[in-house]
């Protein structure tokens, strides 16, 4: 592109323009050098521009949902190639129940995670409702300020006391993570997050979680009161009383393991496994103890 704007037709004749006498050196330094320090000031204004532009929607923008109406490919033809702008059209209403339809250019790796009739969530600026930004992905968190963290023990008050109530509970764990989604398995509700190896399941009374995590990190070592390392059902455990709840962990054990004892893994609480914890607010620590076998 600079070399067509300069009237340069190849690299070699850019090399002779930097190698020759000194006629063509000085149309180099006048010519050249101010284009792409043009350039160069331009990208960095495009990009300070569209950084003032997020803080202001994200500052005083307005949430709605947006449908698609359709998604289509268009192609350019350059000196250098075919370029290629993914487009999805939009339409909402804002606040003045004003109805907007938008062509807007997503990511080309994106554009299969959106179909025609799919509801998506979008911010715009009230003032100027044609000025938005479709909340998906990285920008869930940036918009929505969300933490983007895996659970942790304070989050087991919470999600007991959603009672294992599909929407309530999915709407906690999106506060906390947004990619958490819940599908029906045998009648359950299972709740999983793939970006932070996480799933999550009511069974009963009681909250099964599956994490790849530290023991320490959902369970830091000052609210343990007493644990234990028994075999419970054929399976070793580690049995961990808390002032809230009773927690059964179980650790699955790949083959590069195999050669320790289940003791050993289970005693690593630093270390990230694939911990399956079975959290009860109703059990007896005692109880479950004279049921399991030391280890």
């Known amino acids: 592109m600079i070399f067509a704007l300069s009237g340069i037709r190849s690299f070699s004749d850019f090399l002779g323009v930097f190698f020759t006498d000194k006629v063509k050196m000085s149309w180099f330094r006048k010519t050249l050098i101010p284009l792409i320090l043009y350039l160069i000031l331009t990208i960095l204004f495009i990009y300070h521009f569209d950084n003032l532009i997020d803080k202001k929607i994200d500052k005083e923008g307005v949430y709605t949902q947006a449908t698609i109406l359709d998604r289509k490919i268009k192609s350019y033809l350059l000196r250098y190639g075919i370029h290629k702008k993914s487009i999805i059209v939009v339409a909402y209403r804002d606040n003045l129940q004003k109805t907007h339809q938008l062509d807007l250019e997503v990511p080309n790796s994106d554009f299969n995670k959106f179909a025609i009739g799919q ?14 930004r479709l909340i998906y992905g990285d920008k869930i968190q940036k918009f929505k300020h969300i933490p983007q963290r895996k659970l942790n023990y304070n989050d087991f008050t919470e999600l007991f006391a959603r009672e294992g109530d599909k929407a309530k509970t999915l709407k906690y764990l999106r506060s906390i993570s947004y990619p958490w989604q819940v599908k029906t398995e045998d009648g359950n509700c299972v709740f999983s997050n793939e970006e932070k190896q996480e799933q999550l399941s009511f069974i009963n009374k009681n909250l099964q979680l599956a994490q790849f995590n530290s023991r320490d990190k959902l369970l830091p070592k000052d609210l343990i009161l007493r644990e234990a390392y028994l075999k419970l059902e054929g399976v070793a455990v580690c049995l961990i009383e808390t002032k809230d709840f009773v927690l059964v962990d179980r650790v699955e054990i790949d083959s590069s393991l195999s050669a320790f004892s289940p003791k050993y893994i289970l005693g690593l609480t630093t270390t990230p496994f694939h911990h399956i914890f079975l959290i009860m607010p109703d059990r007896a620590y005692d109880e479950i103890l004279a049921q399991g076998t030391p280890l």
């Not at 509801?119 to 938005?132: A, R, S």
């Open 119 to 132: 509801t998506i969530e979008l911010k715009y600026l009230p003032d100027n409702p044609e000025v938005v």
